[in-house]
Nanobody
Framework: VQLVESGGGLVQPGGSLRLSCAASGFTFSNYAMRWYRQALGKERELVATITSAGGNTYYVNSVKGRFTISRDNAKNTVYLQMNSLKPEDTAVYSC????????????WGQGTQVTVSS
């Protein structure tokens, strides 16, 4: 299983970024996918979840109306569109897959830094 994030960077407050997470090594279309973030000195936080077919999504309250999670099962990729970014969105963003074989396993990407600053 491999998860590779891209799309992070430095953006001004109010700006936008789109993160991508390319997945391989498992049947992507069978599993929900998640984006987490961890700011410096803080605990990791679940930001958004999307079900396997993309029909249902979940967002933490602080990003509702600003972030959109989506997926392209043909490309084995999950996205996080982030609009109206705020300095408090600054964090390392990682995608996550929970995959069942003999039990549930958590898989993580390497993370991508998002910095919102003027």
């Amino acid at each position: 299983v491999q998860l590779v994030e891209s799309g992070g960077g430095l953006v001004q407050p109010g700006g936008s970024l789109r993160l991508s997470c390319a997945a391989s090594g498992f049947t992507f279309s069978n599993y929900a996918m998640r984006w987490y973030r961890q700011a410096l000195g803080k605990e990791r936080e679940l930001v958004a979840t999307i079900t396997s077919a993309g029909g249902n999504t979940y967002y933490v309250n602080s990003v509702k109306g600003r972030f959109t999670i989506s997926r392209d099962n043909a490309k084995n990729t999950v996205y996080l569109q982030m609009n109206s970014l705020k300095p408090e969105d600054t964090a390392v963003y990682s995608c996550n897959a929970q995959i069942f074989t003999d039990r549930w396993y958590d898989y993580w990407g390497q993370g991508t830094q998002v910095t919102v600053s003027s």
